[in-house]
T-cell receptor
Framework: KAGVTQTPRYLIKTRGQQVTLSCSPI?????VSWYQQTPGQGLQFLFE???????NKGNFPGRFSGRQFSNSRSEMNVSTLELGDSALYLC??????????????FGQGTRLTVV | GDSVTQMEGPVTLSEEAFLTINCTYT??????LFWYVQYPGEGLQLLLK?????DKGSNKGFEATYRKETTSFHLEKGSVQVSDSAVYFC??????????????FGQGTTLQVKP
């Protein structure tokens, strides 16, 4: 069974631009979460989607948004990029059992560099 | 809010030494607890988990016991190898009460094992 796939692996963008990152979860997993990892702040939760609906959102500005498609694939978008958005963005998928998510399986991440 | 505190690193050990990485948590509900490992340039891999008090998670020689009375989930391994060098993250997920896959992570502990 294929794991969580994130594309692209690396991105370099200029301040002010926008970027879209993609995540394909493990087959059968309907919950997708996104995390930002930086040396200073560590791993921070961005948002979670289940059945195309955002179930939970972290404490990030509105420039960060996401969506989930009917096939459970998810995208996150960051608009008006700032230098501080440079980070490793990780996607995780989870299987739902009894309405609750089980352990999360992570992709390899997208390394975003804003210059 | 919920939080996780890990011992600061880096931790440097010689091969075959005993490893302990301390982790304590604060949560209002009944969280599940996890240890994830991150190798250089990779995403996170689930190392072990425990879903209720007194549960012991184990995998690849690593163990951790869910201690509700001390709100702790310390990671241990009896004999580390060079290949264990990585960053270790303690995390909690309050699956029961919030029904989401959101994970709250500690800051991570870097382990370096020398031959």
């Amino acid at each position: 069974k294929a794991g969580v796939t994130q594309t692209p692996r690396y991105l370099i963008k200029t301040r002010g631009q926008q970027v879209t990152l993609s995540c394909s979860p493990i087959s059968g997993h309907r919950s997708v979460s996104w995390y930002q990892q930086t040396p200073g702040q560590g791993l921070q939760f961005l948002f979670e989607y289940f059945s195309e609906t955002q179930r939970n959102k972290g404490n990030f500005p509105g420039r960060f948004s996401g969506r989930q498609f009917s096939n459970s694939r998810s995208e996150m978008n960051v608009s008006t990029l700032e230098l501080g958005d440079s980070a490793l963005y990780l996607c995780a998928s989870s299987l739902l059992e009894g309405g609750a998510a089980t352990e999360a399986f992570f992709g390899q991440g997208t390394r975003l560099t804003v210059v | 809010g919920d939080s996780v505190t890990q011992m600061e690193g880096p931790v440097t050990l010689s091969e075959e030494a005993f490893l302990t990485i301390n982790c304590t948590y604060t949560a209002t509900g009944y969280p599940s607890l996890f240890w994830y490992v991150q190798y250089p340039g990779e995403g996170l891999q689930l190392l072990l988990k425990a879903t209720k008090a007194d549960d012991k998670g184990s995998n690849k020689g690593f163990e951790a016991t869910y201690r509700k009375e001390t709100t702790s989930f310390h990671l241990e391994k009896g004999s580390v190898q060079v290949s264990d060098s990585a960053v270790y993250f303690c995390a909690l997920s309050d699956l029961g009460s919030s029904n989401t896959g959101k994970l709250i992570f500690g800051q991570g502990t870097t382990l370096q094992v020398k031959p």
